[in-house]
């Protein structure tokens, strides 16, 4: 910036006279302090430095207080302690406090890091993400992504799942060596459930669930020390390059929609990136180069499903996952076993597999199977004819060969025993069996022969006609007669006179 030989001339002065330092300078003729330091320095001249004179603070007393006891205690809260400065006389604002306080805390030293190099197919690292939640329905779930990171190429796998089960747990890692054609040496992960169950110390009990999927793909489980994150940096740098460069604004129908664009995703764009241990190369060529020293694939599969045990309560419906599916009515008040998958619900008791479902990912429904339902109908349909016919044969026996004469012909025999019931309830046992034994001896087994061989003979009897009384079946069953016991029980059990000698006075 060019200026005028005036503006040079005040600058000097007001630097000379006045003692002015460039920021005021600079800000009271409009210009900026670069030019008013070129100015200076075009004359060999040195700005004045500017040294604030510290004012006093209520504080100052307690600067030594607090120095020690932050010291003492690094992690003490900025309120607890302006409690305690104010039990000692400080009489200064709190939000003041803070901000001094702020400024007086140690800071921890800074650490210094190695950079960890692996060896092609040493090494992979593990955990999950959460991507906020999904609506399927009525149900609110979370939508969880399992990453896997191989550390030496920075090949990235990527699955999306509506929980973090175990089960979505083993599937991930699962498809993760399929998708890489083998299975990395050493996995790390951090110390999440699925993988450590209990630690103290170096000593680490581990979820046995991993353990066999670890021998049967031969690798070895390896958690980082506690909240040591950066031990697993690569795999934590590849969940927030998901965030940014393949979640970010994504649009999906559904889970299976999300996962192909995933997939597609870590073949195409993720595979591009270039390689941080080479720029010349690219995440794809150096996994080429890593996949030959991967540990082969066993040559059976893992067996995957989430396998739980229920309890089948009196109605035929196993609850599992927010909903009820159906099993075969013979199974009800049993334990039975569910394997489920992401697209299937199968029930077993035992070996045999008594129902296969969909899988529903909503909550609160009921899937079932029409056959079941069906089933469970046409039993409740012949229990009540065998209660039923119980029912006749002890109040009319003749009612059996009645039945039988029936069958023989074709007739209906539900509809034959339910006339024959209503026509006990009217006219009473005897007069039924009477009836009964009428109509079979002209050989009409039907329930209108019934009916008029029991109207003669009540017009015989000269008795009204009977009114039918129809009670509900809770007010039937207590208005059922009742055998009264014999009274020589009581005797048998000590109840005896009070006064034996006066009665035998009596007597």
């Known amino acids: 910036m060019t200026i005028s030989p005036d503006l040079g001339a005040e600058i000097l002065r007001l630097h000379h006279a006045e003692l002015w330092p460039v920021g005021t300078i600079a800000y009271q003729l409009g210009v900026h302090h670069s030019t008013v330091r070129r100015v200076l320095a075009a004359e060999g001249l040195t700005p004045h430095a500017y040294t604030p ?92 992504a399992f990453v896997m ?20 747990f083993l599937r991930g890692h699962v ?21 450590v169950l209990e630690r103290v110390g170096d000593a680490i009990r581990f979820n046995p669930t991993l353990l066999r999927l670890a021998s049967h793909y031969r690798f070895e489980p390896r958690p980082v020390a506690v909240a040591r994150g950066n031990e697993k940096g690569r795999v934590e740098r590849a969940i927030n390059y998901i965030r940014t460069n393949f979640f970010a604004a994504r649009s999906f129908t559904d889970l299976a929609d999300l996962n192909d664009q995933a997939r597609r995703w870590c073949d195409g764009a993720a595979c591009e990136r270039p390689w941080p241990e080479d720029q010349r190369m690219t995440v794809g060529a150096a996994f080429e180069a890593e996949r030959a020293h991967l540990l082969p694939l066993p040559s059976y599969d893992w067996v995957l499903g989430e396998r739980v045990a229920v309890a089948v309560g009196k109605t035929p419906y196993v609850r599992f996952d927010l909903n009820d599916y159906s099993v075969p009515h013979t199974h009800v008040q049993r334990t039975l076993a569910v394997l489920a998958d992401e697209q299937r619900v199968r029930i077993f008791d035992g070996p045999a597999e008594l129902a296969c479902h969909a899988r529903c990912w909503d909550r609160g429904q009921q899937i079932e199977d029409p056959a079941h339902v069906q089933d469970l109908v046409a039993h409740k349909r012949q229990a009540r004819q065998n209660r039923g016919y119980d029912q006749l044969a002890q109040a009319a026996p003749a009612s059996a060969q009645l039945l039988q004469m029936a069958a023989a012909r074709g007739h209906n025999l539900g509809a034959i025993t339910s006339a024959l019931l209503r026509l006990l309830q009217r006219y009473g046992a005897q007069p039924l069996q009477d009836a009964i034994l009428d109509a079979i001896g002209r050989g009409v087994p039907h329930p209108n022969a019934v009916s008029l061989a029991l109207e003669r003979a ?40 009070e006064h034996p000698a006066q009665d035998q006075a009596e007597d």
């Open 53 to 144: 004179v510290p004012r006093p603070s209520r504080v100052d007393p307690y600067r030594a207080f607090i120095a020690e006891t932050l010291t003492k205690y690094p992690t003490l809260t900025a309120s607890r302690l302006y409690v305690m400065v104010c039990e000692r006389g400080y009489a200064g604002c709190q939000r003041h406090f803070r901000e001094l306080v702020a400024g007086m805390r140690p800071r921890p030293a800074a650490q210094a890091y190695l950079r960890l190099r692996t060896l092609p197919g040493e090494q992979a690292q593990v955990d999950w993400a959460h991507m906020g939640h999904i609506e399927v329905g009525r149900a609110r779930r979370p939508l969880m």
């Open 149 to 168: 990171v191989l550390s030496y190429s920075r090949r990235i796998f990527l699955r999306f799942c509506m929980d973090a089960r175990m089960d979505s």
């Open 175 to 195: 498809e993760a060596f399929t998708a890489h054609g083998g299975c990395a040496r050493i996995l790390l992960y951090d110390n999440l459930k699925s993988a």
């Open 458 to 497: 009540r017009e015989a009897a000269g008795l009204p006609p009977p009114i039918p009384l129809i009670l509900p079946e809770h007010v039937a069953r207590r208005d059922a007669p009742v055998r009264p016991h014999p009274l020589e029980i009581y005797d048998r059990h000590g109840c005896r006179p």
